[in-house]
């Protein structure tokens, strides 16, 4: 301290200016900017003036999603089909669509696999979530979006009434998606019936799957069955990994309280990090959890993870309310995103709700 005091008055100007320019830039790194498109139905995410995601509810879907979502550095990480097409990339599952939530069976109603590719003598055993308006959306460090939505029988009857509250940030080299979804029961009790199909999702590009060694055909709860194809591996590098020890395409049908999903596009390391919340119905969620591309936590269908041994139907009693809350991470940089590090922002995701 001794020198610092006999510091002359110009070298204290110069450093205070350095701290200033140095908190100034740290400022600005971290601004995330939430901009409403009414007119396109979406609300884009930008973190430092780059594109981050996009809330997006077109007629052409049956829910709500975010897509595209990108690392730091620009890179896609969604599937583009149905949307916008990509050269190279698998067509099945018309329902996976950027990162979403809903689920397979609501009061005998399939709201998971709902899309514009359902014949219309079929619609009558689906629901759609419509966007209903946008309640609160502000700038800053943490960017935040809360909307409300309705979750529509066939008929337009409301079961569930949805208010969404996404947080956006970025810490380092990830960007920060903290989902917290409440559900309200309308007129009547709604149950969520134990389904495989749910919840929290995200259907990834190609490069982040697992390299498929056969095609295969998976059949939803209603018996639909959907081929998927053996595709060329070249530059497909996806592993998932659990929080308990688990990797690759095994981590489906487990429990664990979050997945990463690693991989590289063109030299960059990549991590989808999903992250389940103690708080949660079901903890520690299942994993729904595939080598195609469908990278899913799915808390409520316990039967088929568990081969029968457990089953979970979980109900609400009219104007009844339950809150869902996840964390996804986007990371992206030249190193891979290593587990300690994971473990860090699981603990703070955890600790601050």
Known sequence: MKVLNHWPKSAWSGLLALILLITQIHLLSAQVK?????????????????????????????KP????????????????????????????????????LNYGDVNGLDFWN??????????????????????????GKVGKLKVAT??????????????????????????????VTTLQAQDQTVTFNDNKEGMVAIRVTRALEHPSDKPEIFTDASGNATGVAKLDNTGVTGKYQSSEGVSGTEVWGKQAEWVNLAGSIDGEDISIVIMDHPD?????????ARGYGLFSANPL?????SDGKK???FALEPKEEVTFRYRI?????????????????????????
Do not use: C
């Open 34 to 62: 939430v901009t409403e498109d009414a007119e396109k139905k979406s609300v884009s995410i930008t973190v430092d003036g780059q594109p981050f995601t996009s809330y997006i509810y077109p007629e052409v879907i049956k």
């Open 65 to 100: 999603v975010l897509f595209p979502v990108r690392t730091p550095n620009g890179t896609n990480i969604t599937r583009g089909y149905p949307l916008l097409p990509t050269p190279g990339e698998r067509v099945d599952h018309p329902h996976h669509v950027g990162l979403w």
């Open 114 to 139: 709902n899309s514009e590719a359902i014949p219309k003598e079929k619609r009558d055993g689906y629901g759609t979530i419509r966007h209903r308006e946008i309640l609160e959306k502000e700038d």
């Open 150 to 179: 309705d979750w529509l029988t066939p008929d337009q009857e409301k079961l569930l009434d949805e208010t969404t509250t996404f947080h956006f940030s970025k810490e380092g080299d990830a960007y920060v998606i903290d989902r």
């Open 280 to 288: 949660n119905v079901g903890y520690p969620t299942y994993w729904h």
């Open 301 to 305: 269908g316990q039967k088929v993870f």
């Open 311 to 313: 089953e979970l139907n």
């Open 329 to 353: 991470i986007i990371y992206g940089s030249e190193e891979p995103l290593d587990e300690e590090t994971i473990k860090s922002m699981y603990v703070g995701f955890t600790d601050a709700s």
